[in-house]
C-alpha cells in the first residue's frame, strides 16, 4: 500500500494502539520534548514497553532510541516488562513506613512466594512498592488495581489481594 | 471577561447561600474511604426527599482530618461528622430538616471544629477554601473572591509594583530551601529575553508530604491564579506545571480548572481585557525523586532524563529551553492571591519575625489525629503534635517528629518546644523542606529511620555525581553495619566523616541534604547509635 497522507498512521501490524500513539505524538507536533508525554500515553495503550514500541518512538520523534531507551529506564513510571493481570502496590513512604508498611510486604512476599517488583508464574500478581502515594493520613495504604486502601493490617491486605484474584476486581 | 461579569458569577453562586449546605470531601483520604459514595448517597436523599430548595449538598476538597474520614460537613452550624457511611446519609439529611422523615436517631461522633484543638490552632490562607468549594466548580472559586488579584494587578498594578508587594510581604519558597519569593520575582523580571517561563513544582516526592497533592486536588485554581499573576509579575507567557504521575486525582481537577479558566477568558489572550497573554499546560512526572530539584525538574519538562545539572546559571537567568524560568512551588504560588488580595503588610503581621506567613504541614506517622493543618510561623511543635496531633494513639510517648523528608532530619521530643520557622530548623539540623511533618514514636529506632532515608536516596540518586552515586551506598552499607551489631566505634566516626563529604561535594540538593538524616539523628539520638555498637 502506498503511503499517503491518510494511511501514514497506520502500523504495519495494523494494530489500532499505534494509531492513537500516533494522535498523540501529532498533537505535540512530533516534539521531541513530548517525549514523556508520549511514553505515558503508550504505557497506557500497551500497558508496559517493549523495544519494538520505543523504537517506534524513537522514530517518530525523530530521537535515537538509545535516548528513548534512556529516558523509558530512567523514570520508575515506565515498566519495560509485562505486569501481572493484577497489582498491588505497597506505600513505602515514611509515614507507612513508621506504621508498619514493611510488614505488610513482607507479608504479602511470603503469601506469595513472590519479591517485591517481580510478577507471579501464572502472571497474575504483580508486586509493587511506591516511593509515596501521599496517602499519609490514610496509612500504611496499598493499591490494589488502581483502587486505594488505607489503614491496612497484614490480614487485611492479603484479605483484599485475594478479593482481587478470585473476583477479578 | 471584566469584573461585572466575574461579580455575577459570584452573585450566582451566593444565592446558594441562604440554603443548607451539606459538604462532603470527595478527595485524599476522604476518597479512599467511600467519600464519593457517601455524597451520591446525600444527594440522592435530599433528591428523594424533595429538599432541594432548602439543602444543597455538594463534593468539596480536604477539611484536613484525613485520618477519619470520610468527613462530612453542615453549614452554617459548623457540625461535622467523621467515618461517615452511606448508611448515615438519611440520619445526617434528617437532621438538618425536620421535613425528611427519619425515625433513627443521629450518627453519633460529631464535633464543633470550632472548638477542637485540631482546628482551632489553624489559620487558614493556603487552605482558605479548601473544605468549602467544590474543586471542580470555577463559579465556587469566583464567589470565595477568587482571580479578584488577578484583575487587580491586570487593571491597577504594574509588574514592578506586583514584585515588590511580594517583597514587602516576605513570602519565603515554600518547597523547601526558604528563598525570599520577592527577590526570586525580581531576578526573572530583570531578566532580558522575549521568551519567559513560570513552572510550578508540583512534584512532591518527600516520602510523608501531601500539602501540594491536597491542595490541587482541593482548590486547582487558587495555584492557576498565582501562576498568572506570577506570571504578569516577571512577564512571562508560558506555564508549566509539573505534578506528580502519582496524583491521577491532582491532574484531573488541574485539567478541570484550566479548561474552565480558558472558557471564561482567564487564561488564553487578551486577559481581563489587557495585553497580557498567558497559557498553562501540564507535565506529568514518571516517578523520579531527583525532578524535584529544579534543574532535572526542567530537564524532565524538555523531555529528556531528569539529571541535574551546576548551578549557577540559576533558572532564573537561563532556565528552560535556555531562557529566563521562575520555579516556585505550589503553596508558594498558592499564597500569592491572598497576599495581593489583602496586601503585603496583613501577611507579613503573620509569623516570625524571618519567617512571615502561614505553613501547611502533614501531620502523619505515630499520631491520633493524622492530615493537613495549616498553622502560623512560630506554632511549637508541642502544639502540632501534642494538641493538634493529640499524641501517640494507645498512651504511647512521641520520641521525634521528622520533617523535611529524605533532605530533612528528626527533632527530638525534648525539643518540642521550638517554635517552627525556617532559622529554627535549622538550627536543630532538620530543615522545614516542603512540609511533612512525621511522629515517630518511643518504638522506632532512629538508626532504622536513618537507613530508611539512606536507602531512598541511594535508590533516587541520578548517578550522575560520584559523591551521591557512590557516597550514599557507602553510608547505607555503613548504617546496616551498624543495625547488624557488627560495628565498632570507630566506624561511627567514617560515617560521620563521609556524611561530611557527600554533604560538601555532591552536584544538587539530594547528594548535599542525603546525609541529613543521618547527621541530626547522629546528633540527637547518639543512644540508639552507641547501643547497637558491637561489645569486641
Known amino acids: 500500500m502506498p503511503i499517503t497522507k491518510e494511511n501514514s498512521n497506520i502500523h504495519p501490524s495494523g494494530d489500532k494502539r499505534f494509531q492513537m500513539l500516533s494522535a498523540t505524538m501529532k498533537r505535540h507536533q512530533y516534539a521531541p520534548d513530548a517525549l514523556i508525554e508520549v511514553l505515558h500515553q503508550a504505557q497506557e495503550l500497551f500497558s508496559y514497553l517493549e523495544d519494538d514500541l520505543l523504537l517506534y518512538i524513537a522514530h517518530s520523534l525523530k530521537l535515537p532510541p538509545s535516548s528513548v531507551y534512556g529516558v523509558a529506564t530512567f523514570y520508575n513510571f515506565f515498566s519495560l516488562k509485562p505486569k501481572g493481570v493484577h497489582t498491588c502496590v505497597v506505600c513505602m513512604g515514611t509515614a507507612c513506613y513508621v506504621k508498619g508498611s514493611t510488614n505488610l510486604l513482607t507479608s504479602l512476599e511470603q503469601q506469595y512466594q513472590l519479591q517485591a517488583g517481580k510478577t507471579t508464574f501464572d502472571n497474575q500478581l504483580s508486586l509493587l512498592t511506591a516511593r509515596c502515594l501521599g496517602a499519609c493520613g490514610i496509612a500504611p495504604a496499598v493499591v490494589v488495581d488502581g483502587s486505594i486502601e488505607g489503614h491496612q493490617t497484614a490480614e487485611s491486605v492479603i484479605h483484599r489481594v485475594e478479593e482481587s484474584l478470585h473476583h477479578g476486581s | ?536
Open chain 2, 1 to 536: 471577561m471584566d469584573l461585572k461579569e466575574l461579580e455575577a458569577i459570584a452573585f450566582r453562586e451566593h444565592q446558594q447561600d441562604d440554603k443548607i449546605r451539606i459538604r462532603c470531601c470527595i478527595v485524599g483520604g476522604c476518597l479512599s474511604a467511600n467519600g464519593l459514595a457517601v455524597k451520591e448517597q446525600l444527594v440522592k436523599t435530599v433528591q428523594e426527599a424533595d429538599l432541594g430548595d432548602e439543602v444543597a449538598v455538594s463534593g468539596v476538597g480536604c477539611m484536613g482530618l484525613c485520618s477519619k474520614g470520610p468527613l462530612v460537613r453542615l453549614d452554617p452550624s459548623g457540625t461535622l461528622y467523621d467515618r461517615v457511611s452511606s448508611e448515615d446519609a438519611p440520619k445526617i439529611v434528617a437532621s438538618v430538616s425536620p421535613r425528611a422523615s427519619s425515625s433513627q436517631s443521629l450518627p453519633p461522633s460529631q464535633y464543633q471544629p470550632d472548638a477542637h484543638p485540631f482546628f482551632t490552632k489553624q489559620l487558614r490562607i493556603v487552605l482558605e477554601n479548601s473544605g468549602k468549594i467544590d474543586p471542580e466548580k470555577i463559579a465556587e472559586y469566583i464567589a470565595a473572591d477568587g482571580y479578584r488579584g488577578l484583575y487587580k494587578v491586570l487593571r491597577e498594578m504594574n509588574p514592578e509594583s506586583v514584585v515588590e508587594e511580594i517583597s514587602q510581604s516576605g513570602l519565603r519558597g515554600r518547597g523547601g530551601a526558604g528563598y525570599p519569593t520577592g527577590l526570586k520575582w525580581a531576578t526573572v523580571a530583570k531578566a532580558q529575553s522575549d521568551r519567559k517561563f513560570i513552572i510550578c513544582n508540583a512534584d512532591e516526592g518527600d516520602p510523608g508530604a501531601f500539602m501540594d497533592r491536597s491542595i490541587l486536588e482541593s482548590d486547582p485554581h487558587r495555584v492557576l491564579e498565582g501562576m498568572m499573576i506570577a506570571a504578569y509579575a516577571v512577564g512571562a507567557s508560558q506555564g508549566y506545571i509539573y505534578v506528580r504521575g502519582e496524583y491521577p486525582l491532582a491532574i484531573n481537577h488541574l485539567q478541570t480548572g484550566i479548561r474552565q479558566a480558558k472558557r471564561l477568558g482567564l487564561l488564553g489572550t487578551g486577559i481581563f481585557e489587557s495585553s497580557f497573554d498567558f497559557k498553562i499546560d501540564i507535565r506529568v512526572g514518571a516517578g523520579a525523586f531527583v525532578c524535584g530539584e529544579e534543574t532535572a525538574l526542567m530537564a524532565s519538562i524538555e523531555g529528556k532524563r531528569g539529571i541535574p545539572r551546576p548551578r549557577p546559571p540559576y533558572p532564573a537567568e537561563s532556565g528552560l529551553w535556555g531562557c529566563p524560568t521562575l520555579i516556585n512551588n505550589v503553596e508558594t504560588f498558592a499564597n500569592i492571591p491572598t497576599i495581593i488580595r489583602r496586601g503585603a503588610k496583613w501577611f507579613s503581621s503573620i509569623g516570625t519575625e524571618n519567617s512571615k506567613g502561614t505553613k501547611v504541614f502533614s501531620l502523619a506517622g505515630r499520631v491520633c489525629n493524622t492530615g493537613l493543618i495549616e498553622v502560623p510561623m512560630g506554632t511549637t511543635l508541642q502544639q502540632i503534635v501534642g494538641e493538634m496531633g493529640d499524641n501517640v494513639p494507645d498512651g504511647g510517648k512521641a520520641k521525634a517528629v521528622q520533617t523535611g523528608g529524605p533532605s530533612g532530619g528528626c527533632i527530638p521530643a525534648a525539643l518540642f518546644d521550638t517554635p517552627v520557622d525556617y532559622e529554627s530548623l535549622k538550627e536543630l539540623g532538620s530543615i522545614m523542606g516542603s512540609g511533612g511533618a512525621i511522629v515517630m514514636d518511643e518504638s522506632t529506632n532512629m538508626v532504622e529511620v536513618a537507613q530508611f532515608f539512606m536507602e531512598f536516596c541511594m535508590d533516587e540518586s541520578c548517578g550522575k555525581c560520584i559523591p551521591c552515586r557512590a557516597g550514599t551506598v557507602q553510608l547505607y552499607q555503613l548504617l546496616t553495619k551498624i543495625r547488624e551489631g557488627k560495628a565498632v566505634l570507630k566506624d561511627l566516626e567514617k560515617l560521620k566523616q563521609l556524611c561530611n563529604m557527600v554533604q560538601e561535594t555532591s552536584l544538587c540538593g539530594l547528594g548535599q541534604a542525603a546525609p541529613n538524616p543521618v547527621i541530626s539523628t547522629l546528633r540527637h539520638f547518639q543512644d540508639d547509635y552507641m547501643g547497637l555498637l558491637s561489645q569486641e
